[in-house]
């Protein structure tokens, strides 16, 4: 999980083109920085721009060096990229199992569907909402994730890309239909959960739903 | 009335609210009146004179519009009266549908509208008054366009050109537009942005501006084409590409497998369910032929052994009879039989002689009878002690050889019975022997042969068959499709040839046409620049000191005079009047000579002409590289579509053949299988047999072995026996033979004694007979004679018996032996014969039953599966997915029998959707990572929807791949380099027409400059100067466009080649065309964070005020908020309009036309001072303009117009405009 407490960026009166760094260097720092992705089929702010340049091997090596200076690594993933700290204490890392938590319900849910939703996938929460509706087993699966705000099944979806589309894993792609598309950055979750050992235990659960699935 | 030409006056008939007004405007007039009672609609209606723009009066668009609010009847008109130098003439505007004008040529008389009762009159009836009166009046005037010709002077008919209130040049389309914007500025206070709105206002038509938003939606379009294709190129798409076709090969063949199982699962199981039934039958049947086989076999068998043993009965007793006879000859050899047989038959005779040696004796004897009865009776008697005691020997000795022969005949017999019995035992336990290894053998034997019938047999034929045929089949698709594939791959080749050829070819024509046409651009700007060199310096030049000083120079100088000397600098000319019409004195007729000199109009029309010239070039290049392109994709789409088609056609067969090797593979692993499992078969029995050959074989041996045991057994006890036997009767013999030797001593002994007594007695006797003279001798020779036939017929007698026995035996036995044994041989052969019957009719049966059963079992385990494969069905398939994904396959296949059972069919299938399942994931997995790399409305349409069916997913995978195999790409990519083409070359067009304008606004800046520097206010000194200067614009979007247009004048059409890093793009090509992008990029954010809406002409530039009124100055300003008071501002507002206004109107009027007057229409002018308006009337006379202004009230500054005009209300809501008394202070 990236970093999501950032140092406040430190600026002093060079530019990132004093540096030989591209120009686009402070809003790759600006995002990821946030914790954030940055995925190479992002549309929304130059995104799959932005990842273009750090891709270029010349950038890329520049960058990370730039960024290492400030404790930041750049992490590569399949078409995606992140920050992570170089150190980091114990209680930080534990919130961020916390929040990394609530995803695994999320692609739980997100993995169950008839259609699964993979990287690339576009869908509209009323889409979600509707097979939800329509099929016990996912109506459960989504009830069980924990949202503050969920008067109805579509709010709960709403809320759930929402957030996903703040962690930028996923991106709206169109407003007006509210039409949502999955961000490469969505393997880190993938792979996330793939690594999780799982051990039986000897309580009993109520839940019907069974473990969990892994595409 | 004035002495030029004028609008003198306007008449409204039925104008809004206004039934009729005529008011005078020769001078400067001023409108009084409250706020809505119609000055500015009076105003607007004279400012529609000059516009003639129904759309440019300022009216709102929530009001009503121009037509509507002022024509609102029939007979509603507009006349506008205009005095020329020497009458006037008369332009009435009224509405026919729209708004039309006529003029007529006459000045304005209300007669010609009015009838007797005041009423306004219709336009047939004015038409028809007119006529009456014989007045011309000219036909419908239906456009505004042609009006404006007409007032302005460039209508080319002779009939209505009179009709001008000034000549105007190609630019007095300015006039109209000055007045119109002095009229509608309202601003009080300066702002230079309206002065450069005025400017450029005056110089634009509405259409030259560039729309930004077009411009944006042109940058937008092609920014996502680039965009969409650079996604396309990207590596990793690409191999996104070659895992989606990987995959959907695989899908699409496990698709295709799973068909093909579901067609044969429904043909086996409809074959399974209409086959029970039979195949039980056919199960039964066989189970009873089955039992009459061997029902008929066994009592074939029975009667054959029963036959059998009765030959076997038969050999036997004639074995024994060959046996026995055979022994007895054998014993009667060992006797001398046949000597005895020849001395028996000599026995006859002997007794013959007998009788006759005794018939002789008793002859020679007759005379000496009584000694001879003495010595016989003596000698006899003597004999007869002799014979006594040799009787008496020999019976002792006989008694002696008797009882030896008879212990040696014990012990012979005690022999014989133990040999007997032990040889009886022996054949006994040999037979037990034997029978068990005949047994054994026959045994042995079946499996022999049913070894032969195994091996003979090819198990698994038909499948084997079959597998062959369709191996055999296969190989020949194969191969057809294997030379098809090769000529498809040939033609591919050559089209691709053709295509680059092609591509070829339509590059090189570009390029070609692009130099051409480049060159010739060159030449054509060399000329425009000669031109423009020219045209700088003509102010300075001998050319402007001509136009300055020399009326109609072109005339006279300008017949004679070399062009280049035209334009010298150098040549300091000076006017000397007595030598005005001579060159150098000398007076020249040049009436017939051609003017060689050109006006400034003719070169600005040359430089025109050589602009529209490189334009069309431009065109011509553009249509030229449109049509290339055209071409380009026109092949792209022929050649693309082919080798799509081809490349596809190939792929299939490709993809056939492979799908062929692999089934070949499998069906020669199949067979190998087959024949494998066949000889698994064979060798399964085979081993079967051959343990049991093993088995017997080595009881064949122990049994042998155990035959030999016995009989080296039985024989050592015999050889014991028979040993002990002989030394016994050894033993025997010699105590006998010692007995009687000792006894035959003693006899011999007792004999000689006897002999010599019976010789003496002879000897006594003899001696007698000789005393009486009798032949002793030859009685004694008679006597020895009768002695030895005696002993001759004694010995006969002794084997009389054996020879009758054997001569018995001879007569029933030994002479019957040949026939005996022919018989035996003869019932051995048949015997033999009944074996090989026997032999070959157990193989027949083996076969047959073996044969029966293995059909048998055939169909028992075929039913077995069928159950098997009907339950597995039923409980583990029926009701999973894979079934009612395929059910109506299942459903509708024929019976049919195929390789495969239910089971394996129902296990391969469930496995195949697992993996189809796994395989369609991972490929929906990489549709769904490949569309989202695109943007949502990409113009590939690699889209796919999250609910999108497997077919829409397959769809997407085969579009792609047509996508790829026609090479749509390239079109994709010729459209987007025609289209960067085109936006560039369209901005730059926009830019330079836009900019081409820069030139006339840098003129009229001058011209304003010029003008107000004449501004004199040196009398009131009121305001000390005006300056205005010109720099460059900083608007962003402005300068990314020039930008753009500098860098498209740099690299002409062409840099769009290297737009991707295709095959013909150079790395000089393809940095250009990045620079390209990065500018259209660039502009598309600019255009975003700038939200303008288009770039005017006032975009172009910025301008800068420095005024001074009294110690104020302004510095050089854009905005002058506050020069003065309010007053002042008002003045120098109007200072300004009425400079533009001047400088427009000069610059768009001919030359030759200077008596004319126009009229500034400035509304509120209500706060200026009385002095104020005063230098401002003077100001606009010096520069032939009238004012016309509005007053809400009366304050005394109307006084300074010519005419003033009231406005009031009247009850019925009608306003009324009426002059008022006027004391003209100035005029």
Same mark, same amino acid.
């Given at each position: 999980?990236? =970093?999501?407490?950032?140092?406040?960026? =430190?600026?002093?009166?060079?530019? /990132?083109?004093?540096?030989?760094?591209?120009?686009?260097?402070?809003?790759?720092? /600006?995002?990821?920085?946030?914790?954030?992705?940055?995925?190479?089929?992002? /549309?929304?702010?130059?995104?799959?721009?932005?990842?273009?340049?750090?891709?270029?091997?010349?950038?890329?090596?520049?960058?990370?060096?730039?960024?290492?200076?400030?404790?930041?690594?750049?992490?590569?993933?399949?078409?995606?990229?992140?920050?992570?700290? =170089?150190?980091?204490?114990?209680?930080?890392?534990?919130?961020?199992?916390?929040?990394?938590?609530?995803?695994?319900?999320?692609?739980?849910?997100?993995?169950?569907?008839?259609?699964?939703?993979?990287?690339?996938?576009?869908?509209?929460?009323?889409?979600?909402?509707?097979?939800?509706?329509?099929?016990?087993?996912?109506?459960?699966?989504?009830?069980?994730?924990?949202?503050?705000?969920?008067?109805?099944?579509?709010?709960?979806?709403?809320?759930?890309?929402?957030?996903?589309?703040?962690?930028?894993?996923?991106?709206?792609?169109?407003?007006?239909?509210?039409?949502?598309?999955?961000?490469?950055?969505?393997?880190?979750?993938?792979?996330?959960?793939?690594?999780?050992?799982?051990?039986?235990?000897?309580?009993?659960?109520?839940?019907?739903?069974?473990?969990?699935?892994?595409? | 009335?004035?002495?030029?030409?004028?609008?003198?006056?306007?008449?409204?008939?039925?104008?809004?609210?206004?039934?009729?007004?005529?008011?005078?405007?020769?001078?400067?007039?001023?409108?009084?009146?409250?706020?809505?009672?119609?000055?500015?609609?009076?105003?607007?209606?004279?400012?529609?004179?000059?516009?003639?723009?129904?759309?440019?009066?300022?009216?709102?668009?929530?009001? !009503?519009?121009?037509?509507?609010?002022?024509?609102?009847?029939?007979?509603?008109?507009?006349?506008?009266?205009?005095?020329?130098?020497?009458?006037?003439?008369?332009?009435?505007?009224?509405?026919?549908?729209?708004?039309?004008?006529? +003029? +007529?040529?006459?000045?304005?008389?209300?007669?010609?509208?009015?009838?007797?009762?005041?009423?306004?009159?219709?336009?047939?009836?004015?038409?028809?008054?007119?006529?009456?009166?014989?007045?011309?009046?000219?036909?419908?005037?239906?456009?505004?366009?042609?009006?404006?010709?007409?007032?302005?002077?460039?209508?080319?008919? !002779?009939?209505?050109?009179?009709?001008?209130?000034?000549?105007?040049?190609? !630019?007095?389309?300015?006039?109209?537009?000055?007045?119109?914007?002095?009229?509608?500025?309202?601003?009080?206070?300066?702002?230079?942005?309206?002065?450069?709105?005025?400017?450029?206002?005056?110089?634009?038509?509405?259409?030259?501006?560039?729309?930004?938003?077009?411009?944006?939606?042109?940058?937008?379009?092609?920014?996502?084409?680039?965009?969409?294709?650079?996604?396309? $190129?990207?590596?990793?798409?690409?191999?996104?590409?070659?895992?989606?076709?990987?995959?959907?090969? *695989?899908?699409?063949?496990?698709?295709?497998?799973?068909?093909?199982?579901?067609?044969?699962? #429904?043909?086996?199981?409809?074959?399974?369910?209409?086959?029970?039934?039979?195949?039980?039958?056919?199960?039964?049947?066989?189970?009873?032929?089955?039992?009459?086989?061997?029902?008929?076999?066994?009592?074939?068998?029975?009667?054959?052994?029963?036959?059998?043993?009765?030959?076997?009965?038969?050999?036997?007793?004639?074995?024994?009879?060959?046996?026995?006879?055979?022994?007895?000859?054998?014993?009667?050899?060992?006797?001398?039989?046949?000597?005895?047989?020849?001395?028996?038959?000599?026995?006859?005779?002997?007794?013959?002689?007998?009788?006759?040696?005794?018939?002789?004796?008793?002859?020679?004897?007759?005379?000496?009878?009584?000694?001879?009865?003495?010595?016989?009776?003596?000698?006899?008697?003597?004999?007869?002690?002799?014979?006594?005691?040799?009787?008496?020997?020999?019976?002792?000795?006989?008694?002696?050889?008797?009882?030896?022969?008879?212990?040696?005949?014990?012990?012979?017999?005690?022999?014989?019975?133990?040999?007997?019995?032990?040889?009886?035992?022996?054949?006994?336990?040999?037979?037990?022997?034997?029978?068990?290894?005949?047994?054994?053998?026959?045994?042995?034997?079946?499996?022999?042969?049913?070894?032969?019938?195994?091996?003979?047999?090819?198990?698994?034929?038909?499948?084997?068959? #079959?597998?062959?045929?369709?191996?055999?089949?296969?190989?020949?698709?194969?191969?057809?499709?294997?030379?098809?594939?090769?000529?498809?791959?040939?033609?591919?080749?050559?089209?691709?040839?053709?295509?680059?050829?092609?591509?070829?070819?339509?590059?090189?024509?570009?390029?070609?046409?692009?130099?051409?046409?480049?060159?010739?651009?060159?030449?054509?700007?060399?000329?425009?620049?000669? %031109?423009?060199?020219?045209?700088?310096?003509?102010?300075?030049?001998?050319?402007?000191?001509?136009?300055?000083?020399?009326?109609?120079?072109?005339?006279?100088?300008?017949?004679?005079?070399?062009?280049?000397?035209?334009?010298?600098?150098?040549?300091?000319?000076?006017?000397?009047?007595?030598?005005?019409?001579?060159?150098?004195?000398?007076?020249?007729?040049?009436?017939?000579?051609?003017?060689?000199?050109?006006?400034?109009?003719?070169?600005?029309?040359?430089?025109?002409?050589?602009?529209?010239?490189?334009?069309?070039?431009?065109?011509?290049?553009?249509?030229?590289?449109?049509?290339?392109?055209?071409?380009?994709?026109?092949?792209?789409?022929?050649?693309?579509?082919?080798?799509?088609?081809?490349?596809?056609?190939?792929?299939?067969?490709?993809?056939?053949?492979?799908?062929?090797?692999?089934?070949?593979?499998?069906?020669?692993?199949?067979?190998?299988?087959?024949?494998?499992?066949?000889?698994?078969?064979?060798?399964?029995?085979?081993?079967?047999?051959?343990?049991?050959?093993?088995?017997?074989?080595?009881?064949?041996?122990?049994?042998?072995? !155990?035959?030999?045991?016995?009989?080296?057994?039985?024989?050592?006890?015999?050889?014991?026996?028979?040993?002990?036997?002989?030394?016994?009767?050894?033993?025997?013999?010699?105590?006998? @033979?010692?007995?009687?030797?000792?006894?035959?001593?003693?006899?011999?002994?007792?004999?000689?004694?006897?002999?010599?007594?019976?010789?003496?007695?002879?000897?006594?006797?003899?001696?007698?007979?000789?005393?009486?003279?009798?032949?002793?001798?030859?009685?004694?020779?008679?006597?020895?004679?009768?002695?030895?036939?005696?002993?001759?017929?004694?010995?006969?007698?002794?084997?009389?018996?054996?020879?009758?026995?054997? $001569?018995?035996?001879?007569?029933?036995?030994?002479?019957?032996?040949?026939?005996?044994?022919?018989?035996?041989?003869?019932?051995?052969?048949?015997?033999?014969?009944?074996?090989?019957?026997?032999?070959?009719?157990?193989?027949?049966?083996?076969?047959?039953?073996?044969?029966?059963?293995?059909?048998?079992?055939?169909?028992?385990?075929?039913?077995?599966?069928?159950?098997?494969?009907?339950?597995?069905?039923?409980?583990?398939?029926?009701?999973?997915?894979?079934?009612?994904?395929?059910?109506?396959?299942?459903?509708?296949?024929?019976?049919?029998?195929?390789? &495969?059972?239910?089971?394996?069919?129902?296990?391969?299938? $469930?496995?195949?959707?697992? &993996?189809?399942?796994?395989?369609?994931?991972?490929?929906?997995?990489?549709?769904?990572?490949?569309?989202?790399?695109?943007?949502?409305?990409?113009?590939?349409?690699?889209?796919?929807?999250?609910?999108?069916?497997?077919?829409?997913?397959?769809?997407?995978?085969?579009?792609?791949?047509?996508?790829?195999?026609?090479?749509?790409?390239?079109?994709?990519?010729?459209?987007?380099?025609?289209? %960067?083409?085109?936006?560039?070359?369209?901005?730059?067009?926009?830019?330079?027409?836009?900019?081409?304008?820069?030139?006339?606004?840098?003129? %009229?800046?001058?011209?304003?400059?010029?003008?107000?520097?004449?501004?004199?206010?040196?009398?009131?000194?009121?305001?000390?100067?005006?300056?205005?200067?010109?720099?460059?614009?900083?608007?962003?979007?402005?300068?990314?466009?020039?930008?753009?247009?500098?860098?498209?004048?740099?690299?002409?059409?062409?840099?769009?080649?290297?737009?991707?890093?295709?095959?013909?793009?150079?790395?000089?090509?393809?940095?250009?065309?990045?620079?390209?992008?990065?500018?259209? @990029?660039?502009?598309?954010?600019?255009?975003?964070?700038?939200?303008?809406?288009?770039?005017?002409?006032?975009?172009?530039?910025?301008?800068?005020?420095?005024?001074?009124?009294?110690?104020?100055?302004?510095?050089?300003?854009?905005?002058?908020?506050?020069? #003065?008071?309010?007053?002042?501002?008002?003045?120098?507002?109007?200072?300004?309009?009425?400079?533009?206004?001047?400088?427009?109107?000069?610059?768009?009027?001919?030359?030759?036309?200077?008596?004319?007057?126009?009229?500034?229409?400035?509304?509120?002018? #209500?706060?200026?001072?009385?002095?104020?308006?005063?230098?401002?009337?003077?100001?606009?006379?010096?520069?032939?303009?009238?004012?016309?202004?509005?007053?809400?009230?009366?304050?005394?500054?109307?006084?300074?117009?010519?005419?003033?005009? *009231?406005?009031?209300?009247?009850?019925?809501?009608?306003?009324?405009?009426?002059?008022?008394?006027?004391?003209?202070?100035?005029?």
């Amino acid at each position: 999980m990236p =970093t999501r407490n950032p140092k406040p960026e =430190t600026r002093n009166s060079m530019t /990132a083109e004093d540096y030989g760094l591209p120009k686009q260097t402070h809003d790759i720092f /600006a995002i990821m920085a946030r914790g954030h992705f940055i995925s190479s089929n992002g /549309a929304r702010d130059n995104m799959g721009r932005l990842y273009d340049i750090i891709n270029n091997p010349e950038n890329f090596d520049r960058l990370q060096a730039y960024f290492n200076v400030i404790r930041y690594n750049i992490e590569r993933g399949n078409n995606y990229f992140y920050f992570s700290k =170089t150190s980091e204490a114990n209680s930080i890392i534990e919130k961020k199992l916390e929040t990394f938590e609530r995803y695994i319900d999320i692609i739980d849910l997100f993995a169950s569907m008839d259609n699964k939703i993979t990287i690339g996938s576009r869908f509209r929460p009323s889409e979600i909402s509707e097979e939800c509706n329509a099929n016990v087993r996912l109506k459960q699966k989504l009830q069980k994730i924990p949202m503050y705000r969920s008067e109805t099944l579509l709010n709960k979806v709403r809320d759930i890309c929402d957030l996903m589309a703040r962690d930028s894993f996923l991106e709206l792609e169109d407003e007006q239909t509210e039409s949502y598309k999955v961000m490469d950055a969505y393997a880190y979750l993938l792979d996330l959960i793939n690594s999780i050992a799982i051990y039986e235990e000897s309580g009993e659960e109520n839940n019907s739903g069974g473990g969990i699935i892994y595409n | 009335m004035e002495n030029c030409r004028i609008l003198n006056r306007i008449v409204e008939i039925n104008i809004t609210n206004v039934k009729y007004a005529d008011i005078e405007l020769c001078g400067n007039t001023c409108f009084v009146g409250t706020n809505n009672y119609g000055k500015t609609s009076l105003q607007r209606a004279i400012l529609f004179f000059y516009s003639a723009n129904s759309r440019g009066l300022g009216i709102a668009q929530s009001q !009503k519009t121009f037509e509507e609010h002022y024509f609102r009847f029939e007979n509603s008109y507009l006349v506008y009266e205009i005095t020329t130098e020497d009458s006037a003439f008369c332009v009435m505007v009224y509405r026919h549908n729209k708004l039309v004008f006529r +003029f +007529f040529d006459a000045p304005y008389n209300p007669d010609f509208f009015l009838n007797a009762n005041d009423e306004a009159m219709k336009i047939k009836e004015v038409i028809g008054g007119f006529e009456k009166r014989g007045i011309y009046i000219s036909n419908q005037i239906d456009t505004f366009e042609r009006y404006r010709n007409i007032i302005y002077g460039t209508e080319t008919d !002779k009939q209505l050109s009179k009709f001008h209130l000034l000549k105007g040049n190609e !630019k007095y389309q300015n006039i109209p537009k000055s007045i119109t914007n002095v009229f509608l500025s309202s601003k009080s206070s300066i702002d230079s942005r309206f002065i450069k709105d005025f400017i450029a206002n005056s110089l634009t038509t509405e259409n030259s501006s560039i729309k930004l938003e077009q411009v944006e939606r042109q940058l937008r379009q092609f920014n996502e084409k680039y965009q969409d294709i650079e996604t396309f $190129l990207k590596k990793e798409s690409g191999q996104l590409v070659e895992l989606i076709d990987k995959k959907y090969d *695989q899908v699409h063949m496990l698709k295709g497998t799973q068909m093909d199982l579901a067609d044969k699962l #429904g043909s086996s199981l409809r074959f399974a369910e209409t086959q029970n039934e039979s195949i039980r039958e056919a199960a039964k049947q066989k189970e009873e032929e089955l039992e009459q086989l061997i029902e008929a076999h066994d009592t074939f068998k029975t009667n054959l052994e029963e036959k059998q043993k009765d030959i076997r009965e038969e050999i036997g007793y004639y074995d024994r009879t060959i046996r026995d006879a055979n022994k007895k000859l054998k014993e009667y050899k060992e006797k001398n039989i046949e000597q005895a047989v020849e001395k028996n038959a000599e026995r006859e005779k002997l007794q013959v002689d007998l009788n006759i040696a005794r018939r002789e004796y008793d002859s020679l004897t007759s005379n000496v009878s009584s000694i001879e009865q003495k010595y016989s009776s003596l000698i006899e008697q003597l004999r007869n002690d002799k014979s006594a005691y040799i009787n008496k020997i020999n019976s002792k000795t006989g008694e002696v050889f008797n009882h030896y022969n008879e212990l040696q005949l014990l012990q012979k017999n005690e022999y014989n019975k133990k040999d007997t019995e032990l040889k009886a035992k022996r054949e006994e336990t040999i037979e037990e022997i034997t029978a068990e290894t005949t047994a054994k053998q026959i045994e042995f034997n079946e499996l022999k042969s049913e070894e032969k019938v195994i091996r003979n047999t090819r198990f698994y034929e038909a499948e084997i068959k #079959g597998l062959e045929t369709e191996l055999a089949e296969l190989r020949a698709v194969n191969y057809k499709n294997k030379s098809e594939r090769a000529i498809k791959t040939n033609m591919v080749a050559t089209l691709t040839r053709e295509w680059e050829a092609m591509e070829l070819k339509l590059k090189t024509s570009l390029s070609n046409q692009i130099n051409k046409i480049n060159g010739e651009i060159i030449k054509i700007k060399t000329e425009i620049k000669e %031109i423009e060199d020219k045209l700088n310096v003509q102010h300075d030049a001998f050319y402007g000191y001509l136009e300055k000083h020399v009326k109609d120079w072109h005339t006279t100088i300008g017949k004679v005079v070399n062009e280049k000397l035209l334009f010298r600098t150098d040549l300091t000319p000076e006017f000397k009047e007595e030598a005005s019409k001579t060159l150098y004195g000398i007076q020249l007729e040049l009436g017939q000579v051609e003017v060689v000199s050109k006006s400034i109009e003719e070169y600005q029309h040359e430089k025109n002409e050589r602009l529209a010239q490189i334009k069309d070039l431009e065109e011509s290049l553009n249509q030229f590289q449109v049509a290339n392109n055209e071409e380009k994709m026109l092949a792209a789409d022929r050649f693309g579509k082919q080798l799509g088609e081809l490349k596809e056609d190939v792929k299939v067969l490709a993809y056939s053949l492979e799908l062929a090797d692999k089934r070949e593979q499998k069906l020669i692993e199949e067979l190998e299988e087959w024949k494998q499992r066949a000889g698994t078969e064979i060798e399964t029995s085979l081993s079967g047999n051959r343990a049991k050959l093993n088995l017997i074989e080595e009881e064949l041996s122990v049994l042998n072995k !155990k035959k030999n045991t016995v009989l080296t057994d039985f024989n050592v006890q015999l050889e014991r026996l028979r040993v002990y036997n002989e030394e016994r009767i050894a033993e025997l013999k010699e105590r006998q @033979e010692t007995e009687i030797s000792e006894l035959e001593v003693e006899k011999k002994n007792q004999v000689k004694e006897f002999e010599d007594k019976e010789e003496q007695l002879s000897k006594e006797k003899e001696t007698n007979f000789k005393a009486k003279g009798v032949d002793s001798k030859q009685i004694k020779q008679i006597d020895n004679r009768i002695k030895e036939i005696q002993e001759a017929l004694k010995e006969i007698e002794q084997y009389q018996q054996v020879v009758n026995d054997y $001569l018995k035996d001879k007569r029933e036995t030994f002479d019957k032996l040949p026939d005996l044994i022919q018989k035996k041989e003869e019932f051995v052969k048949t015997s033999n014969d009944m074996a090989g019957q026997m032999e070959e009719a157990t193989r027949k049966f083996n076969l047959k039953r073996m044969e029966l059963n293995k059909q048998k079992r055939a169909f028992d385990e075929e039913l077995i599966e069928f159950n098997n494969g009907i339950n597995f069905y039923t409980t583990n398939f029926r009701d999973t997915p894979v079934f009612t994904k395929h059910a109506d396959i299942i459903d509708r296949a024929e019976p049919k029998r195929t390789n &495969h059972n239910i089971m394996e069919l129902c296990t391969q299938m $469930l496995k195949n959707e697992s &993996h189809f399942n796994e395989e369609y994931t991972a490929f929906q997995r990489y549709v769904n990572e490949y569309a989202g790399k695109f943007r949502f409305d990409n113009h590939f349409n690699f889209i796919i929807r999250n609910d999108a069916t497997q077919g829409e997913y397959e769809r997407f995978a085969q579009n792609l791949r047509s996508f790829i195999n026609e090479n749509k790409i390239e079109m994709s990519l010729a459209e987007t380099a025609t289209q %960067i083409g085109l936006v560039t070359d369209s901005i730059a067009t926009k830019v330079k027409e836009l900019s081409g304008q820069k030139d006339k606004i840098q003129h %009229i800046i001058t011209l304003i400059a010029e003008d107000f520097k004449k501004a004199e206010f040196e009398e009131s000194k009121l305001i000390e100067f005006i300056k205005i200067k010109i720099e460059e614009s900083d608007n962003k979007v402005y300068r990314l466009l020039k930008k753009i247009e500098e860098f498209r004048e740099e690299h002409g059409l062409v840099y769009s080649e290297g737009l991707f890093n295709t095959d013909f793009a150079t790395g000089s090509k393809r940095e250009i065309s990045t620079r390209a992008v990065r500018l259209l @990029e660039q502009l598309r954010s600019a255009i975003k964070e700038q939200d303008q809406e288009e770039i005017r002409l006032q975009d172009l530039f910025e301008l800068k005020f420095n005024i001074k009124e009294g110690m104020n100055e302004t510095g050089w300003t854009h905005k002058i908020d506050s020069i #003065g008071s309010t007053g002042t501002d008002i003045l120098v507002k109007a200072i300004i309009y009425i400079t533009l206004l001047h400088v427009f109107i000069k610059e768009s009027s001919h030359r030759s036309s200077s008596d004319f007057k126009v009229h500034c229409i400035i509304d509120e002018v #209500g706060q200026i001072s009385a002095h104020y308006l005063r230098e401002l009337l003077k100001f606009a006379k010096n520069r032939n303009i009238m004012m016309i202004n509005g007053l809400p009230n009366k304050s005394g500054l109307e006084s300074h117009y010519r005419y003033t005009y *009231q406005f009031r209300k009247e009850d019925s809501g009608n306003v009324r405009i009426f002059p008022s008394i006027v004391t003209e202070v100035e005029a």
